[in-house]
């Protein structure tokens, strides 16, 4: 299960930072399905969910605008990996009372291998819509971020099926993609 949880909290971070450490925090704070350790306890301070909130709303709304979002996604590739890591390491922490270093290490590798999908899968959205896609591509993201966050924090087996189903719409968006761009113009067209 511990190794389901950093899976998911790993993968939501590389999607959007601030989501799974804030479902974290506030479920640390407000409820008691999330114990985070004495050295994780900061997530659920009021302030750091605050500030948290407000991070998470400016990526949200920066990832929607086209131009904009390559420039979250360039301050991204520093700070979804290390927001991967704490997320990883106070989440597995919580579920086995045990938040090795290594972890954390794991945590920011496979946030930053989310990450740099996602800002290539971006890129070709954004080629092939000319930026309007993006809205698009960030709401999807987004959902994917919150389902993966909430399924390792309160059913890990879940992680699984949140993950096939995101890699699923990924594969249909690059095959659309493809055939897409393999599509001869409509006729009438100059080329």
């Known amino acids: 299960m511990e190794v389901l949880v950093g899976l998911g909290l790993a993968s939501a971070a590389g999607l959007n930072a601030y989501l799974p450490l804030l479902l974290l925090g ?3 704070r407000f409820t008691d399905l999330v114990p985070l350790p004495p050295e994780w306890s ?3 301070d009021p302030v750091c969910l605050a500030v948290l ?3 998470l709303l400016v990526e949200v709304v920066a990832d929607k605008i086209p131009g904009v979002d ?3 996604d360039v301050l ?3 700070v979804r990996p290390a927001a991967g890591g704490i997320a990883v390491g106070a ?3 919580s579920t086995s009372g045990d938040g090795q270093w290594w972890t ?3 945590g920011a590798v496979l946030a930053l291998v989310v990450t740099v999908a996602k800002s290539a899968g971006r890129a070709a959205v954004n080629a092939t819509t000319v930026g309007t896609g993006a809205p698009v591509a960030s709401t999807l993201e987004d959902g994917a971020s919150l389902a993966l966050s909430l399924s390792a924090l309160l059913a890990p087996v879940l992680v699984l099926v949140a993950l096939v189903g995101v890699a699923a719409v990924v594969l249909l968006a690059a095959l659309r993609v493809r055939r897409r761009r393999a599509a001869p113009p409509p006729s009438g067209w100059i080329v």
């Open 76 to 78: 991204g590739a520093v």
């Open 104 to 106: 954390v290490v794991l």
């Open 26 to 28: 506030a479920l640390a």
């Open 53 to 55: 909130a407000v991070l």
């Open 91 to 93: 989440g597995t922490a």
């Open 42 to 44: 900061w997530l659920s």
């Open 70 to 72: 390559h420039l979250n």
